[in-house]
């Protein structure tokens, strides 16, 4: 009988969404199997409990999972398959392995011996009746009762631990004769306690982001992969709080809880540790990054302020992309990704070692078009200045990253990359569309040796940059820019007992920065230097107090002279129940004068009137840009039903913004610029702000993973922008913020190795109030409301295992909610599809 | 799980080969124009490009303006540059900068972002005249395009323009659109300077004696040279250049206006202020020598108002006499060249105009209230007016000299 083809596709349809032991949310899911089977053997139901416990250990290795699998067989009597996992376990290298060798030896001697007592008794026993079991003795069931005790401890706190002293360690690194190979590796989880979130970027230390002094937020390489974004701002959408504004595929603003603006410069990101704040200009050039998406471990942000621990520019928050450990991963994979928009782009990273040497590798190439372009070729009034008018980004790169261990807690990281790039900028004032044309590079150290740590690392950025558009006969603005970053830093880690548990950090930071750049006149060089300490002090169970200073020393900060930025916090946090945390904070933040902010000069041609510019120029005595911030926060878990939460109520009072004046005029004496050979028609300087902004807001973000197979992540942010001086019409920092930004993100794993994902982010409307030269005076620059509608950004991504652990295909659709703008002056966005072919040979 | 066999492996290879494959060819297409919103993005406009021909001795920037064809500059109206370019020296003279050879010298020049229009080019060469074997007054470069008292050319600049390559007639230049309405660039432009259209005098600074309250009666006020060499602002005119005018080469004065008095070269206008604003004309207040959309509109004299913003000027003329007398030589013929005078007399009468069509100016049913200014416009096309810049409650902000004759209004009351 020939069957219906609407059975058929029916059938497949049931066949792709029947979730077996698909997962969504690894993380979560794991830890639901987790909690689960320790229930169920604490009700004595070891066939099943063990069953969770080594699903939970497929989804997400972690090696103390192994122990409570062992310990279950222990318990169950099942010595022989209590041995095999207990070898599991010790093949991981733990802590507590010697503790655990005597067990094992134990157990074998056991099982020798009834192994010797079955061969003695068994001509007896094929003749005999079955005989009920023998009591349990008096002991035995005394070691039973401490068992059950102990495991139910653990289902109390949701988290086993093999070794109640474990030490809590940044990073646990296994040696690697004990690291397996494999791409399995790269999902294990690592912490100490089994599936719990571990940040460390708010404390400078690995931590329980329940126990984290800030809001946090993390990505994981997974949520990276089923998101099937291209692009790290893309990412970052999922953030509660998070303002992503792209004006190009390559170009993006991020900021967090509002004050977002086309250069935005108020949140610190760091790639495992160092910075990537463009200096001479205040951003981050993101798709400068000579990482790649295929490289990233995790992304950790830290909403509000980070200054206490991170000094300059941590002012609204810390993105931190921390990468793949070297060695962590598969030898070679390859990537392919292909679509819509001249989009192209493909990568190689590699994995190894030798010995104590491990090592990372990548080369990568991407491009894309631009969404749109502002002009077409051939005009008669404007003429193209950068390369490639349709290119919105393009770029090679190539890292290095190793590490040598001498032993444990002492090793040696060296890593480099460079990155050939070609992207877009927004800048500031009446400048609008710039390319940028260049190399960005760095290298980099880290020795860790015990409690300390020593970074040093180098950044340097170079290349042309300059409007993508000029009109024809007008003085050009394109120029070079090189600036070099050196940095050093010591960190110094200790726990200690001074009425109550203590866990210090303390360190120190020295800094170079010099910048070559015609905006800036001749070469520009600064040093800074900073000294933090945090203390986190476990007062009295459940509370905790952290509290973190730090002191930077900037060249000119006391009017145009050395002076110090002083950013304290403290932070208390509350935590009654298990994966309950309530926290209180209070801090202060500072983002440091740019080298343009400070010694800028740009006669800045006033379009139309080829002998006149209007003059740009920095300020030597620029104050920081200062927040003070008080945040309430409620960070919780739910394992049973695969829930995490996080809500978050703020206020954030901003002091010294810097902006431009208007324009003024100079005296008369002053008005012929030889070196442009134009006249000036005033100057427009950067100044601090006297008005003072609040921003009051609360965001909330939940995850869960209800069912194998369903991952659902939805946030909301609520934002109110206030100014004590201007009206809502006049204050852009109070308008160009969105008051509400949603997110809702679902994935699904079926079965049948296909991966569906969808997501959403909303933003709601805003007016951005840009400077602009008068339509009929261009000599007048006038401040302009341009209004920006809500939008809402909807990506899905469906991928296949065709060859699991080798070839993976994914299709993936990039804001398919329609044709929109995120900056009245950026591109056009416009729907993109792209295929990506991954092979893992 | 099961592993897959190898079939079926490659068959899933081949299926995810083809999802990629099948986009490969896809996303070619280049990305569309879409302006944002960006005022620049949104205009069509040309340019204007040429080369500038100087054949002169003077040595120093070149400046040329752009004007809307039907808003000349003076003398021939009171139109202001659209824009203006500068030629730097060292770009125009090169090597030569530091000789007195009189070239010819060039220099490609552009005007930026121009829409569809006819325009007229003019220029002076912003020369330094204190050299060596230097004629007083002197000059340093001065032009500085943002005030008044600094825009406009002096004794020893080297005068320019647009004309025709062959017959050195000015030029009305015309940026042309074509059927898109898309305007085409205007290019091969020649702008000549010539030692022969040497300015020959400054500015005809001036400062006001007599009663500056308007009665009910014809008020006479009298212009008298004044010599300003103070920081920015140099002017020594040795009076006001005044000339018959004899548009038709007669050598006869014309009357074009047949009220029986001879026509002067030298022309004064009574023109109302903007209230408080300092220096601003009613009804012009983006500066750009035309009449605002919108403005105050005053009734006529037979009780009409047009709807239109309108130029307010009090009806003045220089009293002839006196003009007329130097201007007649010793046999009591008119003089048709030329001559300095050291001081003017203006009348004004209680009328007021609305001069929006300066050919055919219609009389107010009163004189409005508020403060007038005076201009001066010599047939080299400077001018001269007060209340300017040199207001000591305007000067020091912008770093120019105070001078407290330069602060004089007439006032309605």
Sequence with gaps: MKTPRFLKRASLLALCLCAGEALADARLEARRHFRAGMSLIAQKQYDQGIAELEAAYAIKPHPNVLYNIARAYHDAGRLQEALDAYKRYLASNPPDAATVVTTVAVLEEKLKAAESATAAAAPEDTSALPMPPPPASIQAQQQLGVLLERLEKAIERAESMPVASAPTVAVPVSTPAARPEGPEVSGADEGAVPYEERVVTASRRAQSSLEAPNATTVITAEDIRLSGATSLPELLRRVPGADVMSLGVGSANVSLRGFNQRIANKVLVLVDGRTEYQDFLGLTLWSTIPIGLEEIERIEVIRGPGSALYGANAMLGVINIITQAPGSGPRARFSATAGTGNSAAGSFVSHGSSGALRYRASAAYSQADKWSRDFANGRPDMELKEPDPDLGLRGARATLSTVYTFAEGRQVGLSGGVHRYTTEIYPLGTLRNYFMDGVTAYAKGDAELGPLKLKTFWNHISGDAGPQYEPIGQRTLVRSVSSNLFNAELLFARAFQLGGEHQLNVGVEGRLKRVAWDYLGPLRQEVHAAAFVQDEWRLVEPLRLVASYRVDRHPLLDNGQPGLAHSPRVSALFIPFEGQAFRASAASAFREPTFLESYTRIPVPVPGVNGASALTTGSTSLRAERLTAFELGWRGESAELGLDWDVALYQNTVRDLIGLSAVQRLPAGESYDEASGSYLLGRSFFQNEDAVYTARGAEAGLSMAPVDGLGVKVSAAFQSVTSDREEKAECGPCSQAPQLKLYGGVTYRTKADLEFGLDAAFTSSSTWIEREPAAADPTRIELLSNPLKAHTVINARVGYKAVPDTVDVALVGSHLGGAHSQHPFGNRIERRVYATLTVTP | ?????????????????????????????????????????????????????????????????????????????????????????????????????????????????????????????????????????????????????????????????????????????????????????????????????????????????????????????????????????????????????????????????????????????VRKLAEGLHSVEENDLNRDGVPDATGVDYMHADGTQDGNPDVVVLAAGLVPDPLIAALTDEQGQPRMQPVVVQELQLAVRPLALDARNPAAPAPLREMPRGRYAVVLIQSTGQTWRVPNELDPAVAPGVGLPSVESQAFVLEVP
């Design chain 2, 1 to 269: 799980m099961s592993r897959p066999t190898p079939t079926h492996s490659r068959k899933k290879m081949a299926l995810g080969s083809l999802v990629l494959a099948s986009l490969l060819g896809l996303g070619c297409e280049p990305p569309t124009v879409v302006p944002t919103a960006d005022g620049r993005q949104n205009t069509r406009n040309a340019r204007i490009e040429g080369s500038l021909v100087v054949q002169s001795r003077a040595r120093g920037n070149a400046v040329v303006f752009l004007y809307d064809a039907d808003r000349p500059p003076p003398p021939q109206g009171t139109g202001r540059p659209i824009s203006f370019t500068v030629i730097p020296a060292e770009q125009l003279f090169g090597p030569a900068l530091g000789t007195d050879a009189p070239g010819p010298f060039t220099a490609p020049f552009t005007f930026s972002l121009v829409p569809a229009g006819r325009y007229l080019l003019r220029g002076f060469i912003d020369a330094d005249t204190c050299g060596g074997a230097a004629a007083q007054p002197c000059h340093r470069p001065d032009f500085i395009p943002w005030y008044g008292v600094t825009s406009e050319p002096n004794a020893g600049d080297v005068g320019g323009a647009a004309v025709d390559p062959t017959t050195g007639v000015p030029l009305t230049l015309e940026v042309t659109a074509d059927a898109d309405g898309q305007p085409q660039p205007l290019t091969g432009v020649s702008v000549s300077f010539s030692d022969s259209a040497r300015v020959p005098l400054d500015r005809p600074a001036f400062q006001v004696q007599g009663d500056p309250t308007m009665g009910s009666a014809m008020k006479v006020l009298r212009l008298q040279r004044l010599a300003i060499q103070d920081g920015a602002v140099d002017q020594r005119p040795p009076g006001f250049l005044v000339s018959y005018v004899d548009a038709n080469r007669d050598g006869t004065p014309d009357d074009a206006n047949a009220d029986g008095m001879p026509d002067f070269s030298l022309r004064v206008v």
